[in-house]
C-alpha cells in the first residue's frame, strides 16, 4: 500500500529564507507527482505537476525535483514571502485514478 | 467565478439526518472525485467517476453514496449521518487527456452532531 509522508510537519522562518519541503513515498511505480498549495477554509490548488519520466519543474520561485528510485521529492521555494504561508500537500498518483495525499506541511513566513 | 463549485460551503447537521454535498464544474472534465480531509489524515478518495455511467468506491466509501447527473455534476449523500462524518470535503475534477492533475473546489465543512 503506497504511503507518502511529508517533513517537517510544521515550519516557521523569517521573511527571504530559501526553503525545502520534502515528500517521500513507498512505492516508486508512480505515474506522477503534484504538489499543491491550501490556504484556511480554501481548496487545493495544484503548483507543480511532474510526471514519472521528469526530474524536475519549475514555477516562478517554486522548484520540485523527483528521484523515483529513492521514492522522495523535494518542493524548494526560493526567497520566501510572508504570501507563501500556507499548508503545502504533495499526492502521488498510482495509475491516473487516484491521488494517494501527505498529511501536508504547514509553512508560515514572518515579516 | 469558479471553475469547481461545492454547496454547502458550511453545514451542520444531528446525527441520523440525511444530507447531499452537491459539486458542479464549468472546466468540461469528464473526471470527478470526491475526497474527504481529516487533521492529522490526509486527503482520502471517497468515489469517483471517469463519466455519466461510471461511478467507482474510493478506499473509505462506506456510509457514503453518489450520483453523476450530469458530466458536469456530481454529487455526495450521506444517507444517514454520524459524527466522525465530520470533516472537510472536496471535490476535485480531471480533464482528458488525462496527465494526473487534479482541480479542487473550496470545500464543504461538514460537522455532524
Known amino acids: 500500500k503506497q504511503e507518502v509522508t511529508q517533513i517537517p510537519a510544521a515550519l516557521s522562518v523569517p521573511e527571504g529564507e530559501n526553503l525545502v519541503l520534502n515528500c517521500s513515498f513507498t512505492?516508486?511505480?508512480?505515474?506522477?507527482l503534484q504538489w499543491f498549495r491550501q490556504d484556511p477554509g480554501k481548496g487545493l490548488t495544484s503548483l507543480l505537476l511532474i510526471q514519472s519520466s521528469q526530474r524536475e519543474q519549475t514555477s516562478g520561485r517554486l522548484n520540485a525535483s523527483l528521484d523515483k528510485s529513492s521514492g522522495r521529492s523535494t518542493l524548494y521555494i526560493a526567497a520566501s514571502q510572508p504570501g507563501d504561508s500556507a499548508t503545502y500537500l504533495c499526492?502521488?498518483?498510482?495509475?491516473?485514478?487516484?491521488?494517494?495525499f501527505g498529511t501536508g506541511t504547514r509553512l508560515q513566513v514572518f515579516p | 467565478d469558479a471553475d469547481v463549485t461545492q454547496t454547502p460551503r458550511n453545514r451542520i447537521t444531528k446525527t441520523g439526518k440525511r444530507i447531499m454535498l452537491e459539486c458542479s464544474q464549468t472546466k468540461g472534465h469528464d473526471r470527478m472525485y470526491w475526497y474527504r480531509q481529516d487533521p492529522g489524515l490526509g486527503l482520502r478518495l471517497i468515489y469517483y467517476?471517469?463519466?455519466?455511467?461510471?461511478?467507482n468506491k474510493g478506499e473509505i466509501s462506506d456510509g457514503y453514496s453518489v450520483s453523476r447527473q450530469a458530466q458536469a455534476k456530481f454529487s455526495l449523500s450521506l444517507e444517514s449521518a454520524i459524527p466522525n462524518q465530520t470533516a472537510l470535503y472536496f471535490c476535485?475534477?480531471?480533464?482528458?487527456?488525462?496527465?494526473?492533475?487534479?482541480?479542487f473546489g473550496e470545500g464543504s465543512r461538514l460537522t455532524v452532531l
Open positions: 467517476s471517469f463519466d455519466v455511467k461510471d461511478i
Open positions: 512505492d516508486s511505480a508512480i505515474y506522477n
Open positions: 476535485a475534477t480531471a480533464g482528458q487527456p488525462n496527465t494526473g492533475e487534479l482541480f
Open positions: 499526492a502521488v498518483n498510482r495509475n491516473t485514478d487516484k491521488l494517494i
